[in-house]
């Protein structure tokens, strides 16, 4: 008997889990640039997006393909969706309560993703947006972005609107001064060894050997020293510099709800008629 019972709660529990889940479905993003290498991100960034947001559990990230087949049944790309009409039928046939799509842009010396949440149900969009100006952070962008539109869906954890990396130049440069720094104490110390030796030296032969070499050493020390304080002075840049350059900032956009329609008046004339509410 209480088997009988059980597993009528435990379906109940299920079935209520899965219903509370958030469907999303995640459409292309276009390069706004003709900058080649971000075609790589037009392509990559929906897939990184769509791995993020499946780590939720609060979160049902549709299949592509299901929005793609939809799509093709009704004979539409996602960037004819202009109507908030045209977006909750497709939404309502691909079973999906909110559709992302955006673009990847080069603005102000900085790299761009933007993404467009909107509601099916509504027709709003809410746009959440990530810039840096290094093109190394593209996972980083991703994080922060995939971050922000979870907090947008479900209220979780926290939103962020800066991170700030240490640059992979710093590490290298600092690498390169302690080198170069223990390079120069080493043959400055060899000179100044060779040079006691010749000073206190009584026959010509060691006279000579130990000239040489204190006059290596010190030309050995002259370059390290230079290369040295080449590479501290790029550090020291770096690390001042650094925290520009390396720095992820988000941003959102007011809520937007877009109404539009078309339509043919008795004069054959077409009137376009666009409605924004914030």
Do not use: H
């Amino acid at each position: 008997m209480k088997k009988v019972i059980l597993v009528p709660l435990f379906l109940t529990f299920f079935v209520c889990t899965l219903s509370a889940q958030i469907r999303v479905a995640v459409s292309d993003f276009n390069n706004q640039t003709d900058i080649l290498f971000l075609d790589g991100w037009e392509r990559s960034v929906p897939d990184l997006l769509r791995a993020n947001l499946s780590s939720i559990n609060e979160i049902t990230v549709l299949d592509r393909s299901r929005l793609d087949k939809v799509l093709e049944e009704q004979a539409l790309s996602l960037s004819g969706l202009t109507d908030s009409t045209s977006i909750q039928e497709i939404g309502k046939l691909a079973g999906a309560e909110f559709i992302l799509s955006g673009n990847v842009d080069r603005q102000a010396g900085e790299y761009v993703i933007s993404a467009d949440l909107i509601r099916v149900k509504t027709g709003q969009i809410q746009t959440e947006i990530v810039r840096s100006a290094d093109r190394d952070y593209l996972d980083d962008m991703i994080e922060m972005l995939a971050n922000n539109i979870i907090f947008r869906l479900t209220g979780k954890g926290a939103y962020k609107n800066k991170e700030t990396f240490t640059s992979n130049s710093l590490w290298y440069w600092s690498g390169a001064t302690i080198l170069f720094g223990t390079a120069a104490f080493i043959t400055n110390t060899n000179y100044k060894s060779n040079l006691e030796k010749y000073d206190s030296a009584t026959e010509l032969k060691d006279f000579e050997k130990f000239y040489d070499k204190a006059n290596d050493s010190r030309n050995l020390y002259s370059t390290f020293a230079i290369l040295g304080g080449a590479a501290l002075i790029v550090t020291i840049i770096d690390l001042i510099d650094g925290s520009v350059e390396n720095e992820i900032s988000s941003g959102r956009s007011a809520n937007v709800l877009l109404n539009n329609s078309i339509k043919l008046t008795s004069n054959d004339e077409i009137v376009f008629n666009v409605q924004i509410n914030f």
